[in-house]
């Protein structure tokens, strides 16, 4: 095959690359994440991007869409099951037995961000390859810290700018509060078995909670008039929801319960919750959820220990921004290029270069041997704020030309002074335009 016919390879279905402009809208966010996380006591992990493929199937759940059709299961080549992490809740429980925590101070708060890949049907927002927030509170069962991480999700949200969303609150119950609501769940969608959709009809036997939550047009018109659990529930675990509601209240955070909201993993106990666009109909994506979780670290060999966390995808999250308008702008990689002119120029180019860097500043060369005119105009698509002109027959006077890029005003400075010149202009290596 000749060159010109050579392959040209793509991104894999469902994955793209990350590209500057999108780039610095994840770190917009993650930087607001992380803060909000900090503000909270919330310390960060990370664990590895493959783990034991039984951890998922123990803690998420065998039935689960997840396990069954999701996740990316490989042999290595010591003959162990690894399968590259589809969710982080498990991974950071895993880590919580393996090491210890449980001997620290209760709840132990971890955040993270790490990469998420699940085989599913890519869509607007929705990846294979993604990005994920989250954090776990592990250790204590408090209604207080219920509504402390859904006010942590809704913080970060806020102070992104966000305001077109809503909380989606709900309460499950626990495994005894679910023993005696199920069969009244079943026993309700069983005469329209045949009509719901064929996912569904496989859910109502093993997981039929699952189908109060589903978007298939031909399931959610019998989710209508289904119990819901919260009518069900004993009085201990309605009284557990009704302090995370009056803490929610407390914290002035506002919700929206909605009692079909059930979340699809099997971990998930009592507290479950979305953030979500506030015109939703079922249909549109999440962009935050979590849930409490007092069941999966036994789940997975260890005590019971309960837990609470939440998942936002970054991905999601930047969708919303760009919706409303509130997407950041990139930032430029360059705030001064130095284009040269006539030979020799470029030694004393590179030595500016650098003595910009050592001050904060990021500068680049014009490389490539241009004209001055090409040079400047890669000044310009370069988002820099200034060019450094350094001619050659300049240099030997002993001076260079500083242009301003926005108002093209330039003006002739020592080469000696060129680095504080600019210094001058910059505050902790970002421009600082001249007051009107």
Same mark, same amino acid.
């Given at each position: 095959m000749s060159s010109?016919q050579a392959r040209?390879?793509q991104?894999?279905?469902?994955?793209?690359?990350l590209?500057?402009?999108?780039?610095?809208?994840h770190?917009?966010?993650?930087?607001h994440a992380?803060?909000?996380a900090?503000?909270?006591g919330f310390?960060f992990?990370?664990?590895?991007t493959f783990e034991?493929?039984?951890?998922?199937a123990?803690?998420?759940g065998e039935?689960?869409d997840?396990?069954?059709?999701e996740?990316?299961?490989f042999d290595d080549?010591?003959?162990?099951r690894?399968?590259l992490?589809?969710?982080?809740t498990a991974s950071?429980?895993?880590a919580?037995?393996?090491?210890?925590?449980?001997?620290?101070?209760?709840p132990v708060?971890?955040?993270?961000?790490?990469?998420?890949?699940?085989?599913e049907?890519?869509?607007?927002?929705?990846?294979?390859?993604?990005?994920?927030f989250?954090?776990?509170a592990?250790?204590?069962?408090?209604?207080?810290?219920?509504?402390?991480v859904?006010?942590?999700?809704?913080?970060i949200?806020?102070t992104?700018?966000?305001?077109?969303?809503?909380?989606?609150?709900?309460s499950?119950?626990?495994v005894?509060?679910?023993?005696?609501?199920?069969?009244?769940l079943?026993?309700h969608?069983?005469p329209?078995?045949?009509?719901?959709?064929?996912?569904?009809?496989?859910?109502w036997d093993?997981?039929?909670m699952?189908?109060?939550?589903?978007?298939?047009?031909?399931?959610?018109?019998?989710q209508?008039?289904?119990p819901?659990?919260t009518d069900?529930?004993?009085?201990?675990?309605?009284?557990y929801?009704?302090?995370?509601k009056?803490?929610?209240?407390?914290l002035?955070?506002?919700y929206e319960?909605?009692?079909?909201?059930?979340r699809?993993?099997?971990?998930?106990?009592?507290?479950?919750f979305?953030i979500?666009p506030?015109?939703a109909?079922?249909?549109q994506?999440?962009?935050?959820?979590?849930?409490?979780y007092?069941?999966?670290?036994?789940q997975?060999?260890?005590p019971? /220990?309960p !837990?609470? &966390?939440?998942g936002m995808?970054?991905?999601?999250?930047a969708?919303? #921004? *760009?919706?409303? =308008?509130? @997407?950041?702008?990139?930032d430029?990689?360059?705030?001064?290029?130095?284009a /040269?002119? !006539?030979? &020799?120029?470029?030694?004393?180019a590179?030595?500016i270069a650098?003595? #910009? *860097?050592?001050? =904060?500043? @990021?500068?680049t060369l014009?490389?490539?041997?241009?004209?001055?005119?090409?040079q400047?105009r890669q000044?310009?698509?370069?988002?820099?704020?200034f060019a450094?002109?350094a001619g050659a027959?300049?240099?030997?006077?002993g001076r260079?030309?500083?242009?301003d890029?926005?108002?093209?005003e330039?003006?002739?400075v020592a080469?000696d002074?060129?680095?504080g010149e600019l210094?001058?202009?910059?505050t902790?290596?970002?421009?600082?335009p001249?007051?009107?």
């Amino acid at each position: 095959m000749s060159s010109s016919q050579a392959r040209q390879f793509q991104t894999p279905r469902g994955t793209r690359d990350l590209l500057p402009d999108d780039y610095a809208i994840h770190q917009h966010i993650l930087d607001h994440a992380r803060e909000q996380a900090r503000l909270a006591g919330f310390g960060f992990i990370e664990p590895p991007t493959f783990e034991q493929a039984e951890l998922f199937a123990r803690g998420v759940g065998e039935g689960t869409d997840i396990v069954e059709k999701e996740m990316y299961i490989f042999d290595d080549r010591g003959g162990d099951r690894l399968a590259l992490r589809p969710e982080g809740t498990a991974s950071v429980c895993r880590a919580y037995l393996q090491h210890g925590m449980a001997n620290l101070g209760q709840p132990v708060k971890l955040a993270y961000h790490l990469p998420i890949f699940r085989y599913e049907r890519p869509q607007a927002g929705r990846f294979r390859q993604h990005t994920q927030f989250g954090v776990e509170a592990i250790g204590v069962h408090d209604a207080a810290l219920d509504a402390e991480v859904i006010d942590l999700g809704w913080r970060i949200a806020e102070t992104l700018g966000l305001t077109d969303l809503k909380i989606l609150l709900n309460s499950i119950g626990d495994v005894e509060d679910r023993r005696a609501y199920v069969p009244m769940l079943k026993e309700h969608f069983e005469p329209h078995l045949e009509r719901l959709a064929p996912d569904d009809q496989s859910r109502w036997d093993r997981a039929p909670m699952r189908l109060l939550d589903s978007k298939d047009e031909r399931t959610r018109p019998f989710q209508t008039d289904a119990p819901v659990i919260t009518d069900h529930l004993r009085p201990e675990s309605a009284a557990y929801y009704d302090a995370v509601k009056s803490h929610l209240e407390a914290l002035g955070i506002p919700y929206e319960e909605r009692p079909t909201l059930v979340r699809g993993l099997d971990y998930y106990t009592h507290t479950v919750f979305e953030i979500v666009p506030a015109q939703a109909d079922g249909s549109q994506v999440t962009v935050l959820a979590g849930g409490r979780y007092d069941g999966l670290i036994e789940q997975i060999g260890g005590p019971p /220990t309960p !837990g609470i &966390g939440f998942g936002m995808g970054i991905e999601r999250m930047a969708h919303q #921004l *760009r919706e409303q =308008g509130l @997407a950041p702008d990139g930032d430029s990689a360059t705030d001064v290029l130095i284009a /040269t002119l !006539g030979e &020799g120029a470029e030694i004393a180019a590179t030595q500016i270069a650098g003595d #910009l *860097r050592r001050r =904060g500043i @990021a500068a680049t060369l014009a490389f490539g041997g241009r004209s001055l005119k090409a040079q400047l105009r890669q000044a310009d698509r370069s988002g820099a704020r200034f060019a450094v002109i350094a001619g050659a027959r300049d240099l030997t006077e002993g001076r260079v030309t500083i242009r301003d890029l926005r108002t093209a005003e330039q003006r002739q400075v020592a080469l000696d002074d060129v680095v504080g010149e600019l210094a001058g202009e910059f505050t902790d290596g970002a421009y600082t335009p001249p007051q009107d």
